[in-house]
């Protein structure tokens, strides 16, 4: 599904990965820890295409493709979600219109019939449901007022509208109390299957509880030091990244 | 400046000078004497230079440099009208065209200017100020007709089209009209105007309103200029408004190569309110210029601005907004905003607001941004799947959003949102956001 082979990426000629690689198998779910600014959010950046972000040297295959060679919603429609750390805020933009839009990009690119608003409007609301969001979240524009966790819901609503093959999950779980940290557990669950991987980027073992990875990493310097199980995120949650950046 | 030649403001006096004997009215001496008087305020200031400090940053040179004809009668009529049903009023390159319009049944009067301009004596000049005003000299000399609407006492108008259309002519034709609306105690209308031309016709369109606003009443008057882009439209609007009165100008200006759209507002009564509003798009080889003049001459009046411009290709724009506040005018709640997005690095903008004030309890504020596309906003949306040129037009649509949600009347709204979404589509984007 994904492989990153050596991949070193500059922001503002400030050298941040240096030589990450990792591969993630169809329906395989991964963890990154790794101490602030260790380049976690970087990462998720250069694999959606923000600008800015300059990949110096190594590769990126996603599903056969190379990712670095495609625009930002190439890269969408092909399948690439990443769940921002911080989302915007776009006054003046609706959440529902903004979301039939990007659903209906999604679908015309994949030649897929485009939804009119009144399907739209039942496919959101049956998602909102299970996100347990109130409806009026989506007259009100994007992001705009939103508590923090109102935005990460908002993230998840978009990621489970657009169903992605690849999700990024920058943080998505930081500042949550329990119940919505559950619920992105369980966005996230109900994708889970065999032609869906995801990168879940995450400070707390907390997250890992309800969704289970297959392979955890940690980050630190823009490389990863040490990959394991499960039990690598008990484990650091236990000792913190301390003793695994030393000893790397 | 006023040599006479075949360009500039000496062809124009010089026209006035031959015409004279035959321009409408011109068996009526107050009628001559309003022109005489334009005359001379148009001789003392000609088109007006860059060292006027109102035209510091709009160049007329090129109205100054351009060979004017005469408008021909229309021959056209090759022109299709958009369906509406609405009343109407149409005039084809500055004429009124009975056979075109539709007014039947109207509780209140729609009428040709050049057919009741015997009637309009003490009328007709009341709110023009041509001694400052050049246009507006240059419109009272050359005035050929215009439209006269008036609305009596408590009547609800409702919703009346002044459609304005130019015909291909081999000589660039010049055009002055002068429309005249009144509003009496209490009456109420939306005024909806649509200017629009050829794309490569050559023309000066050079209207000026007189609007007077009685106690209690409302206008409602909706403006979409979508000129030819070889067009020059210069168009100056004087509005008074009465005791409790409220006038409310949404206009956008998008056509023509060189357009000015001039408003001025006075609240003369007590409690009179105004919202001026406005969107400027601008592209490639275009120059819209948007200035207000808010007079508040009475106390515990509100006035409201919001003026948006996006500005794309080699494009430039200005506002200039000044707000006076008269020691009468206590209890002034004056607000107005003017924002500009840049789409491309060759695009200017100049931004001018002014604020007077002598009165010393009143709240007044103003505001001016200037902005390009937010570039984390932009990866949002493509990240999503959207197209970087449908982002845009989301995030431009957005930007617009606030000027057009401040429009009260939802017919102007609506009236306003297929323009947008036309001049965006003229600059091959294809489609905004979809509505769900
Ligand atoms: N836009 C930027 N401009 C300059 N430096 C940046 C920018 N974004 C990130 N950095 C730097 O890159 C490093 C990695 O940041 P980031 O990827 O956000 O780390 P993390 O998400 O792991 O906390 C940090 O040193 C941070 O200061
Ligand atoms: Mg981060």
Redesign the pocket.
């Known amino acids: 599904m994904l492989k990153i082979e050596n991949l070193h990426a500059t922001?503002?000629g400030?050298p941040?990965l240096k030589g990450l690689s990792l591969s993630i198998a169809p329906g395989e779910i991964h963890a990154i820890m790794?101490?602030?600014?260790?380049?976690?959010?970087?990462?998720?950046?250069v694999l959606a295409g923000r600008e800015?972000y300059e990949v110096t040297e190594g590769s990126v295959t996603f599903m056969g493709q190379d990712l670095l060679a495609m625009e930002p919603e190439e890269r969408a429609v092909a399948g690439v979600f990443l769940a921002f750390?911080a989302p915007v805020e776009l006054p003046g933009v609706g959440n529902a219109n903004f979301l039939r839009t990007a659903l209906n990009a999604v679908r015309r690119a994949k030649g897929e019939a485009e939804v009119d608003a009144i399907q739209f409007l039942k496919l959101a609301r049956a998602r909102m449901k299970v996100l347990n969001m109130p409806d009026d979240m989506l007259k009100r524009p994007v992001n705009v007022g939103f508590s923090g966790g109102e935005k990460k819901r908002n993230e998840m609503l978009q990621m489970a509208m657009l169903s992605p093959k690849l999700a990024l999950l920058?943080?998505t779980d930081s500042g949550l109390d329990i119940d919505a940290l559950k619920m992105v557990a369980d966005t996230v669950n109900s994708l889970r299957g065999p032609d869906f991987s995801a990168l879940v980027?995450t400070h707390y073992q907390r997250l890992l509880n309800h969704i289970v990875p297959d392979h955890v990493h940690v980050?630190s310097a823009?490389r990863i030091i040490r990959s394991g199980g499960p039990e690598l995120a008990q484990e650091l949650e236990a000792t913190g990244y301390a003793a695994s950046v030393a000893a790397a | 400046m006023t040599a006479v030649g075949t360009t500039g403001a000496g062809a124009f006096l010089a026209r006035h000078e031959g015409l004279r004997a035959r321009l409408p009215g011109a068996h009526l001496p107050w009628v001559t004497a309003l022109r005489e008087a334009s005359a001379e305020a148009f001789r003392a200031q000609g088109f007006p230079t860059r060292r006027v400090e109102a035209w510091k940053y709009t160049d007329l040179a090129a109205v100054n440099g351009t060979v004017f004809g005469e408008p021909l009668t229309g021959v056209d009529d090759a022109l299709t009208l958009p369906a509406t049903t609405n009343p109407r009023a149409v005039f084809v390159d500055g004429r009124f065209r009975a056979d075109l319009s539709t007014l039947e049944g109207l509780a209140y009067t729609v009428e040709s200017l050049a057919a009741v301009l015997p009637t309009l004596e003490g009328r007709l000049g009341a709110v023009a100020r041509p001694a400052e005003q050049a246009l507006a000299a240059l419109n009272g000399m050359l005035f050929e007709d215009g439209l006269v609407v008036t609305v009596p006492a408590g009547v609800a108008g409702g919703v009346l089209e002044l459609l304005s259309f130019a015909t291909v002519s081999e000589r660039a034709p010049a055009y002055h009209p002068r429309h005249l609306v009144q509003l009496e105690d209490g009456a109420s209308l939306t005024l909806i105007e649509t200017a629009s031309g050829p794309a490569a016709a050559r023309y000066l369109h050079n209207p000026v309103f007189e609007i007077e606003v009685a106690a209690k009443a409302r206008l409602n008057h909706g403006r979409l200029q979508q000129e030819g882009l070889d067009a020059f439209f210069l168009s100056t609007v004087y509005a008074r408004v009465a005791e409790g009165g409220a006038y409310d100008n949404f206009t956008l200006n998008a056509g023509g190569r060189l357009a000015r759209n001039e408003i001025h507002v006075a609240l003369q009564g007590p409690k009179a309110e105004c919202h001026m509003n406005g969107v400027q798009l601008v592209a490639d080889g275009q120059h819209a210029d948007t200035t207000t003049a808010l007079d508040h001459a009475a106390p515990d009046c509100a006035s409201r601005q919001t003026y948006k411009t996006v500005l794309a290709g080699r494009s430039r724009g200005v506002f200039q907004g000044k707000i006076l506040v008269r020691k009468i005018a206590q209890k002034t709640d004056g607000y107005q905003m003017n924002q500009a997005l840049l789409l491309s690095p060759e695009a200017e903008i100049d931004s001018k607001p002014q604020l007077e004030i002598y009165a010393d309890d009143v709240k007044c504020s103003h505001g001016a941004t200037v902005g390009e596309l937010d570039a984390d906003n932009l990866f949002f949306l493509r990240s999503r799947g959207i197209p970087l040129d449908q982002a845009k037009a989301i995030l431009v649509e957005a930007f617009l959003t606030e000027a057009v949600e401040a429009v009260a009347d939802e017919d102007i709204r609506n009236a306003l949102s297929t323009a947008v979404t036309g001049w965006w589509q003229r600059q091959g984007v294809a489609g905004g956001i979809e509505v769900a």
Request: hydrophobic letters at 20%.
């Open positions: 922001v503002d400030k941040i790794g101490p602030n600014g260790s380049g976690k959010s970087t990462l998720s950046y800015g750390q920058d943080e980027i980050l823009g």
